[in-house]
């Protein structure tokens, strides 16, 4: 009978990551499918400029006083690429994130700031002070309206004074 328990609480664990988005690390990272954007996001929209430098994008946000969207994904996940493909080239968020240093990070590149920042599946966002105190933390795939209120409640909370120096690393 224990071992019926054991097994039973070892599959709902081993199921529960792969509910909320992809898993990583990937089981077949060789598969790389490109798929088109949808016809309504024509390559003139606005889209969110990213840096690929961890080190160089914390700089930035220090010297401008910039919040951080650290956004994690992965070239396998479908849920990744959709995000960047229609929620990051959606007008509101691409408006919003000219307030924020922006920084894509691809969790098989760069596995050791994906666990520094407790990433377990993708996509993943996290949204960091200029300090990099950590300010929210989003998994899985986001819609461009849900993205958009988390980014401006964070702005809002760093306009409304200093924050803790804590930092995540």
């Known amino acids: 009978m224990l071992i019926f328990f054991i097994r039973l609480i070892l599959s709902i664990l081993l199921i529960l990551p792969g509910i909320s988005g992809c898993n990583w690390p990937a089981r077949t990272p060789d ?16 889209s969110v400029s990213f840096v690929t430098e961890y080190a160089e994008a914390l700089e930035l946000a220090r010297q401008w006083e910039k919040p951080i969207l650290l ?20 007008p509101q968020v691409a408006r919003l994130s000219k307030q924020f240093i922006c920084i894509q990070v691809d969790v098989e590149q760069n596995p050791t700031l994906a666990r520094n920042h407790q990433v377990r599946a993708v996509p993943a966002v996290a949204i960091l002070s200029c300090r990099g105190v950590l300010l929210a933390r989003l998994n899985g795939p986001l819609s461009a309206k ?14 409304a004074g200093p924050q803790p120096k804590t930092t995540v690393r």
Request: glycine share 0%.
């Open 71 to 90: 956004v994690f994904t992965a070239s396998w996940c479908p849920f990744s690429r959709q995000m960047l493909q229609e929620t990051f080239r959606d």
């Open 146 to 159: 849900e993205l958009a209120q988390q980014m401006q409640q964070s702005i809002q909370l760093v306009a």
């Open 31 to 46: 598969l790389q499918v490109e798929q088109p954007a949808p016809s309504h996001l024509s390559p003139d929209k606005p």
